[in-house]
Every structure is written in structure tokens, then in C-alpha cells.
């Protein structure tokens, strides 16, 4: 288990079943145990445990200017005694005082640990890079014979993996049949629940996938166990891009892309008052506004199937959410990116999912560029961020990034503010952005999908002659986000080797 190009994260948790067949079968359809081999086993046992959380917590302790872990924001213990959950509350911080806790019966969640574990942080950054979907993980240490939380079903898909001790779960079907649901649930009584679907214990590398909407409780067996839970997929439906659709075609203001002239007709007058919960007079005021309203959403799906441009805008809109909230790069999971790229060369991604293409708005465009196009990447991104609503960098993150950052660029590629300055900027949150003119997006399409061969620098269209060829790829490769190889690599490390 390693953050390598090549290490499929997904495979590795549901092994020994093919990822196609847990994918056609298990995905979103119900809980599924995978029994740990040897190497998992092994890998489990030291990819977060307590001895993980004490040193996490030890060396917070000694940071300076008092970074210790605090409870309700790195930690939130909690307990279930007589059917009722009890979350612990109070000023309470540093490693002493949160195992205090865990001995008098508390279960420790610790938020997002994979910013302390590289090989946690590993594992969720290529499952992010392979799902196309932000990765989250908590972990949960618990007291031998206690149990921490009450049933409840959660709003994400969990890959649960057992790495210390061992832990009995009892598994049941969604709450009045509704699956995939958008929120999790409050704690559920036990009467509530009905029998149980599932029935498992999970040992140290075993994985239990749990669909979101299935209810789940959990008893730690005689000793200590602590589980992750890997979680993924929060508002990622198709639900959800209609959504975000259909509030961009209410935005727009122009072009195929806006809403038909029916949607963006006012409602009727005193609309509040005759179609609700308690119509005050027409009893089928809410029935004929259903049916209207279904008259006009099928209008926007006639536009939906004339022009893309729609899911298009609402794809990247997803899409830069997901690429400024990744993980980056873990350490190994890039390519050497080589020399400077010459005229000669072969250039080539770096990875799958670094960059990624959106559109910029009408309006943003940087100073002097009528059409542009933003190039998001996840490069410079946050570990200790990750996950973490408003989460801070560490001041070696802001050193490292600040150090990065300082490069010069080509004319083709702007800061996102426009004043005329080159390279790369964040935008407002510290998200890494490039701003290209709109005629570079299809040289970039054709490194993006060059495959493992990649593309040779004389070959990229769109960009006229050969220095704007090499003031281009000069950038991208300054940047982190392509390499240099090939033929053309190798003699430019000659020439380099003998000046």
C-alpha cells in the first residue's frame, strides 16, 4: 500500500473481489465483508492505531504556540450507556487529558486522521484520484466491552477497516426503505430498528463496506479496537448535479445555457397563499402547480438534450469543489517531472487527475484576454487542511507552498486577479488556479489524454511556433503538473550532465 501511480486503492480495500464485479454488485446496494489477507493484516496493524494517536497527540503537545489536540475539534468523545448517547463536552486538551477520557469508558472519534498517518494520507489520496469524489476518514478507538455511538445510518458511502483489537457490528436495512439518503440520521432507538441484516465481527484487516442509508452499531469485543472509517461520495448524485444544473440555468443570463423563457416567468400572484401544507382556499392549488412546474422543468430537459453546455458549466463547478478540497500529491505518488522541456521532447502527465479544465465567466477574464479558461490543480493543496471546515496550514505547508509559488510564467497563462503578473495564484479559498487563453485548452486536452506515451512538444496544436510551444509546457512543468521524457529527455540530461 503505497501512494504510487500504479496502486489502486479501491481494489486493495475490496480485494479479494475484483473491483468491476463490488462495483456492479455491492456499490450503493448493501453492506459487504472483505476478510483481510496477510499483507493487509500487516498493513492495517500500522496504519492507525493508539500508539498513531498518542504520538499525533505527544507531538502537538510539544509544537509551539499551543497546537494540542483539543476536543469538539480534533477529537470528540463520546459514549452509549442505557440506549443513550452521551457526548462529552468541556475545555479539555493536550494527550493526558483525551486518554483520561478514553479510560473512563469514552470512545475517542479522532477527526480526520490521515493528516498525521502519510500511509492513511496514501491511501485516501489515491482513492480520491480514483473515484473523482473528496475522501474523508475518521477514526474511532473504543474500550474493550463498550460501545460509543447509538444505531444511526450515515450520508456517505464507508469503507470500515479494522486495525487494532477486533469489533461485533450489527448491520440493518434503511429506515422505512428509503436508501442513499441525503443526511444521516439522528440516533435511532433500538426499537426502531428491526432484525438485523448483517451480523459480523471485523479483525484486524478486515474491511466492512456500508452503503449510506444502512443502519449500523458497533460493541468493541474484550480489548481495546480502533476502526476507520473511509468515507466518500457526500452529495455526489445525480441529485445533486441536477441541482447545481438547474440553479446555473436560473443564473444565466444568456445562450442556450439559461433556463427557458417559461422558468424564468414570475410565479403566480399570492402563490404562498393558496399552494402549501394548508392552502387557506384552493384545496388543489398544490396539485396544479406540481403539474405546472413538472410542464416547465420538462422544458429544460429539451434544452438539456440540445446543448451540453449546462452539465458542462455544472461539471465544473463539481469539479473545482472537488480538485480545491483533494488531498495533494502524496510523497511517490508522482513521476519525476525531468528536465526543463526542449523543443525536442516528449512531455506527459504526471499523474491521473491533477488538473483539471473549467471555464472561466463572462467578466473574470484577466486584463487583455477576451476568452480564457482556468486550469485547476490540487498540487498545492493542504494536508493538514483536508477535510477540515476552515482547516489552517501549518506554517511548514505555508513556507512550502509560498517557496513553490515563486516562479516566473509565460504570457498565455495569468494570475487570477489580471494585474499582468505570471505564474500561478489561489483564488479567495487557496485553491491553485491557472488562467489560460481559451485556444491553449486544446493542447492541454492533448497531454491530458496522451496516455503513458505522452505528446511530443512539436506536435501540440494550437500554439504557434516553437517558443510559445516551450513558454507553454515551460509553465506546466514548473508548475509539477507534467514530465519530461523520451528521446528528447534523455539528451537534454546529456547536455545538462556536461556544462
Known amino acids: 500500500m503505497d501512494g504510487s501511480p500504479d496502486f489502486n486503492a479501491l481494489q486493495y480495500l475490496v480485494s479479494p473481489q475484483k473491483q468491476d464485479a463490488f462495483i456492479a454488485a455491492d456499490w450503493e446496494a448493501g453492506p459487504k465483508l472483505f476478510k483481510g489477507d496477510d499483507e493487509r493484516r500487516q498493513a492495517f496493524a500500522g496504519l492507525f492505531n493508539r500508539r498513531s494517536l498518542t504520538e499525533a497527540m505527544r507531538a502537538r503537545d510539544a509544537a509551539k504556540g499551543g497546537g494540542a489536540f483539543r476536543l469538539g475539534a480534533d477529537v470528540i468523545a463520546a459514549r452509549y450507556l442505557s440506549g443513550e448517547r452521551e457526548t462529552v463536552g468541556g475545555d479539555v486538551s493536550g494527550c493526558d487529558a483525551i486518554w483520561s477520557l478514553f479510560e473512563d469508558g469514552c470512545t475517542l472519534q479522532v477527526i480526520q486522521p490521515q493528516r498525521y498517518t502519510p500511509a492513511l494520507r496514501a491511501l485516501c489520496a489515491r482513492l480520491e484520484s480514483q473515484l473523482g469524489c473528496l475522501v474523508g476518514c475518521n477514526a474511532y478507538v473504543t474500550p474493550g466491552g463498550t460501545q460509543g455511538l447509538a444505531p444511526h445510518h450515515d450520508d456517505v458511502e464507508l469503507f470500515v477497516c479494522q486495525t487494532e483489537g477486533c469489533k461485533a457490528w450489527r448491520l440493518y436495512g434503511p429506515i422505512g426503505g428509503h436508501g442513499l439518503p441525503s443526511l444521516p440520521s439522528k440516533d435511532l432507538a433500538q426499537e426502531e430498528l428491526g432484525p438485523p441484516i448483517l451480523e459480523v465481527t471485523l479483525h484486524v ?229 491557472l488562467v489560460l487563453r481559451a485556444a491553449l485548452a486544446e493542447p492541454l486536452a492533448q497531454i491530458v489524454g496522451s496516455g503513458d506515451e505522452g505528446v511530443a512538444v512539436a506536435e501540440l496544436k494550437g500554439v504557434e511556433g516553437e517558443a510559445e510551444r516551450i513558454g507553454f509546457v515551460t509553465e506546466l512543468w514548473r508548475e509539477g503538473l507534467i514530465e519530461t521524457r523520451g528521446a528528447g529527455a534523455e539528451g537534454g540530461r546529456q547536455k545538462r550532465a556536461k556544462r
Request: hydrophobic share 35%; aromatic share 4%.
Open 205 to 433: 484487516g478486515d474491511v466492512l463496506y456500508v452503503p449510506r442509508g444502512i443502519v449500523h452499531q458497533a460493541v468493541a469485543q474484550d480489548g481495546a479496537s480502533v476502526h476507520l472509517t473511509i468515507s466518500t461520495y457526500q452529495r455526489w448524485t445525480w441529485g445533486d448535479l441536477a441541482a447545481t444544473v438547474v440553479q446555473g440555468a436560473v443564473m444565466a443570463q444568456k445562450g442556450p445555457d439559461c433556463a427557458p423563457h417559461c422558468l424564468r416567468q414570475g410565479l403566480p400572484h399570492g402563490f404562498v397563499y393558496g399552494v402549501g401544507t394548508h392552502p387557506l382556499e384552493a384545496p388543489d392549488a398544490s396539485r396544479d402547480a406540481a403539474k405546472e412546474l413538472a410542464a416547465r422543468l420538462r422544458a429544460l430537459a429539451d434544452v438539456l438534450e440540445k446543448h451540453d453546455g449546462l452539465v458542462r458549466s455544472a461539471a465544473d463547478a463539481m469539479a473545482e469543489d472537488f480538485v480545491g478540497g483533494r488531498m495533494p500529491p502524496p510523497e511517490g505518488g508522482l513521476r519525476p517531472r525531468g528536465p526543463a522541456p526542449g523543443p525536442g521532447d516528449r512531455v506527459r502527465r504526471r499523474g491521473d487527475g491533477l488538473m483539471r479544465l473549467a471555464r472561466v465567466e463572462a467578466g473574470e477574464e484577466p486584463v487583455g484576454v477576451d476568452h480564457a479558461v482556468q486550469l485547476l490543480t490540487c498540487m498545492k493543496n493542504s494536508v493538514q487542511g483536508h477535510m477540515m471546515a476552515g482547516g489552517e496550514e501549518s506554517e511548514e505547508e505555508e513556507e512550502e507552498r509560498s517557496e513553490e509559488s515563486q516562479s516566473d510564467g509565460d504570457d498565455d497563462i495569468e494570475g487570477m486577479d489580471g494585474d499582468g503578473e505570471e505564474g500561478s495564484e489561489e483564488d479567495e479559498d487557496g485553491q491553485c488556479v
